[in-house]
């Protein structure tokens, strides 16, 4: 039997590609990984993306989308939507993509970007 490595898995450091890790985080497709904001800590920060279960995948610098920060609020919100530097084609991403076994999340996630008009739920405190 084969090992089993989970691409989407995402170890995410500051500074380097070997500076403090600051959190974790889950590929969402090839160019794309979503975290937490808090853990980004404000927009404009650069973090290094590292896969965490396949030393095998470059570590590769990432930035938060232009639309893609949601800072934790009463509401319930804390997300940052990453684009990787450079795609990773290589890397499997996390099931959840369209048609996926959890239904779409990754499409939802995209739509609420986009419209703002639903909450989240994604990371309510009290409710991990």
């Known amino acids: 039997m084969g090992e089993l490595r989970a691409d989407w898995r995402l170890r995410l450091r500051r500074e380097d590609a070997h500076g403090p890790v600051c959190g974790a ?3 969402v497709d090839q160019c794309t990984a979503l975290t937490c904001a808090h853990v980004v800590g404000r927009p404009d920060a650069v973090l290094w993306v590292e896969f965490a279960e396949n030393s095998t995948l470059a570590p590769v610098r ?15 919100e ?22 996926g076994r959890h239904g779409g999340v990754r499409d939802r996630l ?3 970007l986009r419209r703002g008009d639903e909450p989240v739920g994604a990371h309510r405190r009290g409710q991990r």
Not at 68 to 75: A, C, I, V
Not at 83 to 97: D, H, K, N, V
Request: glycine share 16%; aromatic share 2%.
């Open 25 to 27: 985080g889950v590929l």
């Open 110 to 112: 995209c739509r609420r």
């Open 62 to 76: 990432a930035r938060v989308l232009p639309d893609g920060w949601l800072p934790e609020r009463g509401d319930g």
């Open 78 to 99: 804390d997300i940052a939507v990453l684009r990787l530097e450079s795609p990773r084609p290589q890397a499997r991403p996390t099931p959840g993509g369209p048609g």
